[in-house]
């Protein structure tokens, strides 16, 4: 059974940093792309940064939102995508999830995990 | 800045059909843009619905289906039910490994 969690989200000030993880198992994590979003309270979900898996290079691509403060890496021997948070805004306050993603055609997310809030507050 | 976009809310009563529609700020939705579909109830992460325009996810039944209308995406939904209350979202993928979300559609099953 495919299974995504997300981790590392908690109360954190403007300006300072913070890692999410999204531990997987159940499938081969080598063999797919990882992808993360956010949704802000109240609002729409956002696509913040895709991570392409190694046989598509491992290169990395990110919303315009976060460019430059975010980062996307992933651990293969642990079954682990990252997102390294820098330079929090009040703006970033999100649930923050992951998903699986297909990095090929058809082009999409198949599995997520539940998510993680990341409160950005003084 | 491309911005896809969705209705923000449908009603519709219990056993009828409901099509949500996706488009794009400038321009015609297409297959290449691969849309796809993704359900949310609050509180939860979200379920997929429709990869590739039309094709179904893994366990979701045929009355969800996907199509291009026109110049745009679309999501049916044919003998609604009370479950079938939830914010949609559609995707498109844009290349280069970047994807935009639309701003949902909220759906109410009266």
């Known amino acids: 059974e495919v299974q995504l969690v997300e981790s590392g989200g908690g109360l954190v000030q403007p300006g300072r940093s913070l890692r999410l993880s999204c531990t997987t198992s159940?499938?081969?994590?080598?063999?797919?792309?990882m992808s993360w979003f956010r949704q802000a309270p109240g609002k729409g979900l956002e696509w913040v940064s895709f991570?392409?898996?190694?046989?598509?290079?491992?290169?990395?691509e990110y919303a315009a939102s976060v460019k430059g403060r975010f980062t996307i890496s992933r651990d293969v021997s642990k079954s682990i995508a990252y997102l390294q948070m820098n330079s929090l805004k009040t703006e970033d306050t999100a649930v923050y999830y992951c998903?699986?993603?297909?990095?090929?055609?058809?082009?999409?997310?198949?599995?997520w995990g539940p998510g993680t809030l990341v409160t950005v507050s003084s | 800045q491309t911005v896809v976009t969705q209705e923000p809310s449908f009603s519709v009563s219990p056993g009828g059909t409901v099509t949500f529609t996706c488009g794009l700020s400038?321009?015609?939705?297409?297959?290449?843009?691969?849309p796809s579909w993704y359900q949310q109830t609050p509180g939860q992460a979200p379920r997929t619905l429709i990869y590739?325009?039309?094709t179904r996810s893994s366990g979701v039944p045929d009355r969800f289906s996907g199509s291009i209308l026109g110049n745009k995406a679309a999501l049916a939904i044919t003998g609604v039910q009370a479950d079938d209350e939830s914010e949609y979202y559609c995707?498109?993928?844009?290349?280069?490994?970047?994807?935009?979300f639309g701003g949902g559609t909220k759906l109410t099953v009266l």
């Open positions: 998903s699986r993603t297909l990095g090929w055609p058809p082009y999409y997310f198949d599995y």
């Open positions: 159940g499938f081969t994590f080598g063999d797919y792309a």
């Open positions: 991570i392409r898996s190694k046989a598509y290079g491992g290169t990395t």
């Open positions: 400038s321009g015609s939705v297409s297959t290449s843009y691969y």
């Open positions: 590739s325009t039309n």
């Open positions: 995707v498109l993928y844009m290349g280069s490994g970047i994807w935009v």
